[in-house]
Structure formats: structure tokens, C-alpha cells
């Protein structure tokens, strides 16, 4: 068990083929600006801030391998691009986001769930083993911090400036959230669910972290609370020792160390919900809804948008010449499935089809790759395009809005050929 020392120790702690010559035309300009040197040190994108380049560090937390630091309290801390080659990212390597800095010790003993409410028929309390006992439910899903790719906004806006790495898939395991809702009953006029975890402000009068879910959405068959990732009970930084697992939705919905599930008759406005967490209403093609938080101007951010990511190679890789180049990565969506990923090394004039893995399901990740011959010197720039199955494709420009979420632009990746 992760104890108070462990805790307040770690926060401050260091520690197909078409040529390529032929497809992909070689530049003749050096390295990017920041390209790894001697591989110390995280690989950080050149378009972060230059504020966050410099005091970015690999850092280890108990239990976890050294991840990017941008935060130590609250403690949020990136994964590394090279834990995310596969379609399930290890538990040890996922990312690690909290919005308040009064992180419990949780003993799975002791733990107890308060599921009621105003407008739910009744109230109970459960325990771990209780939870247990309700039928166990799977599925593989990505979880996505809302603001994953911030620090590549231009220009900047306000946040935890996040590279590519605030994200992970893995196999969740636990309690499907209908049946732990049927416990108590629905009322008539249940309207939304409320979540709150043991987590909390260590200032008074700052507000506690709490998220509401739609009951349309909070009784999907998916929906879960999660005791076990991986095959492995949760780790501490990931929600133990239950957490909420809302597939296709972004992270901010999935409360970590869960204690309370509140079903209300109005819409829920804590802080997290009103103001926090909003888009502009219509700039993004948005499937699922949250109706009852929505308004004129803005509405709460809700589905992942399709995307992708290199990941075979750290811009600014060198290769040599001749040899073969398997360009790969990962790409997802909000649960409607990736279809199809495309490759380009000449600004999108021709694009290749990539091979894609094996399909763990619409929200996980889905590996693609595709394989090149190196015959060019000279610098190639690369970049994937994933469509998933109802026809949303990634963008080529920015849609900016002020918090800095649902960055999906094609991300370029320059391979030196030596």
C-alpha cells in the first residue's frame, strides 16, 4: 500500500512499400529544434512552452516508472512516447493527473461506497467485497486527459501543459455502474449522477473535485467502476481502490478513489462541471451530448475526437539509409471505431493506406503501421491521418478554443535519413 510518506516523498523527488526516395522528396535542412541529444532527459515537442521544455524532468512516483513531470502538487505526470507503441499502455507507465493535492491513503479494507440521493428510491453503502460481488464486466478503453496536446497550442493558453502523453489504454475490470445504480433505484425524476472521490483541496474553500454523468449515459452497459486494470488491482495514482470508467468520454469524468455516487433531480454545478470543462457550443462534431448542461454559448466537453499518433519513431529520429523504415502508432476515437489510418511524407499531396492491428474493441487503442524503404538522405517529415467508421476525420489546422482541449491535428514527426 502507497503510504503518507511515500506520498509526500515522491512529490518532491528527483529521479507496403513505396520508395521513399521517390514518395518523400529529402530537405536538406539539420535536426529540428529540439531534438533529443544523448537521450537524456524526456523527448518534449519544440512547439511546448519554453517554460515547460526547461523544468520538465523524468520523475518516478511509487510503483511507477519515470515519467515526464509537469506538476508535483497536485502530481500530473505524462507518459512517455515510448510506452505508447502498443495498443494497451502498462500500468506502470500511465500518465498520472489530479486536480487537488490532498491525496489519501485509501485501505481497500475500510473503503466504503455511499450510493443514494435525492432522487434515487433508496440508499446503500458497499465495501469492496460487496462490489465484488455484483457481476464483473470488461472492456479495454482509452482514457484521455481533456487537455492531452495542450502545450501545443499556438498560441498558448492557460493549464497543465501537456504533450502527446496524457492518455493511456488499458483493460479495465469491475462492477458495471447500472447495477450498482439498481441497488438504490431511479427515481422518476432522476436527472443526472454525481461522483465524488477522496481526493481533495488542501485550501479551504477551494472546490472539491466532483462530475456528473447524463443517466442515459451513466447506464450504458460499458460504464463501470473499476477495481482492477491490466489483469491488476488499480494502482494507487490510477484510482484506487475503485475508480470510474466511462469508455469514449473524456478522463475528466472518471473519478479516481470513488466514495460517493449521488443521483439528483437538477443539473449538477460544482465547479468542475460550471464553469470548468466547457467548449464553445457547436465547433466540434460532437455525437454524444450532455443535454441538461448544455447552454447557448457553451457546452461540457464530452466524446474523444478521432486521432493519432506516431510513435515508432521520436521526431528527429535518424535512420540509415537503405534500411527499412515501419512507420506506426496508435489511433482512437469516442467508441465509434477507428476504420482506416493514412500515412504522408509529402504535405498530404499522396497519402498510403496503413496496416492496422488487431481491434480490441471501438474505444481502444488501434495499432497501424506501414513500412517504407529509407533510399532519400535528408530529412522527411511524416504524418498519420486516422477516419473512423461514421466519417470524422482528423484535422490539418487548430480549432482553438480558451481551455485548450481536443487537440486532434495531424501531428508531424521528421526522420533524419542518414
Known amino acids: 500500500m502507497i503510504t503518507r510518506r511515500d506520498l509526500i516523498e515522491s512529490v518532491g523527488a528527483g529521479a507496403g512499400a513505396a520508395l521513399l526516395g521517390a514518395a518523400f522528396p529529402a530537405r536538406a535542412e539539420g535536426p529540428a529544434e529540439g531534438r533529443a541529444e544523448g537521450g537524456a532527459g524526456p523527448e518534449l515537442s519544440p512547439l511546448l512552452p519554453a517554460g515547460t521544455r526547461a523544468e520538465a524532468r523524468l520523475e518516478s512516483l511509487p510503483g511507477k516508472k519515470p515519467l515526464i513531470k509537469l506538476t508535483t502538487r497536485p502530481p500530473n505526470y505524462e507518459t512517455p512516447i515510448e510506452y505508447l507503441k502498443t495498443a494497451i499502455t502498462r500500468n506502470d507507465a500511465f500518465f498520472v493527473r489530479y486536480h487537488l493535492a490532498d491525496i489519501p491513503e485509501v485501505d481497500a479494507r475500510t473503503w466504503k461506497l455511499r450510493v443514494g440521493g435525492a432522487a434515487a428510491k433508496a440508499s446503500r453503502e458497499l465495501d469492496l467485497e460487496e462490489l465484488r460481488k455484483l457481476p464483473a464486466a470488461e472492456v479495454v478503453a482509452v482514457c484521455q486527459c481533456a487537455g492531452n496536446r495542450r502545450g501545443l497550442f499556438r498560441p498558448h493558453v492557460a493549464g497543465i501543459e501537456w504533450g502527446n502523453g ?9 462492477a458495471r455502474l447500472e447495477d450498482v445504480l439498481n441497488l ?9 449522477i454525481v461522483f465524488d472521490g477522496a481526493d481533495g483541496p488542501v485550501v479551504a474553500g477551494a472546490p472539491d473535485f466532483a462530475k456528473s454523468l447524463p443517466v442515459a449515459k451513466a447506464l450504458e452497459k460499458t460504464v463501470l467502476l473499476a477495481y482492477e486494470m491490466n489483469g ?22 472518471w473519478v479516481k478513489h470513488l466514495t460517493s455516487i449521488e443521483v439528483v433531480a437538477k443539473p449538477y454545478d460544482g465547479f468542475w462541471m460550471k464553469p470548468g470543462y466547457r467548449i464553445p457550443s457547436g465547433r466540434f462534431p460532437i455525437v454524444t451530448r450532455f443535454p441538461s448542461q448544455d447552454t447557448a454559448v457553451n457546452v461540457p466537453i464530452t466524446e474523444i475526437l478521432i486521432n493519432s499518433l506516431i510513435t515508432s519513431h521520436a521526431d528527429g529520429a535518424e535512420v540509415k539509409a537503405g534500411a527499412k523504415l515501419v512507420i506506426g502508432g496508435i489511433a482512437w476515437d469516442g467508441g465509434h471505431g477507428v476504420r482506416s489510418v493514412e500515412i504522408t511524407a509529402d504535405d498530404g499531396k499522396t ?33 498519420a491521418r486516422a477516419t473512423n467508421r461514421i466519417g470524422q476525420t482528423q484535422v490539418a489546422e487548430l480549432i482553438h478554443n480558451p481551455p485548450g482541449y481536443h487537440h486532434n491535428v495531424m ?3 521528421t526522420i533524419f535519413v542518414t
Open 232 to 253: 491488476e488491482p488499480l494502482p494507487h495514482w490510477n484510482g484506487f481502490p475503485v475508480r470510474l470508467v466511462v469508455p469514449g468520454w473524456s478522463a475528466t469524468y
Open 411 to 413: 501531428q508531424p514527426v
Open 184 to 192: 438504490v433505484g431511479l427515481g422518476p425524476d432522476a436527472l443526472e
Open 166 to 174: 496524457a492518455m493511456g489504454c488499458a483493460r479495465w475490470k469491475g
Open 351 to 383: 497519402w498510403v493506406a496503413a496496416e492496422l492491428g488487431e481491434d480490441l474493441g471501438p474505444f481502444a487503442f488501434r495499432t497501424f503501421r506501414h513500412a517504407f524503404e529509407a533510399a532519400a538522405r535528408g530529412s522527411h517529415t511524416f504524418r
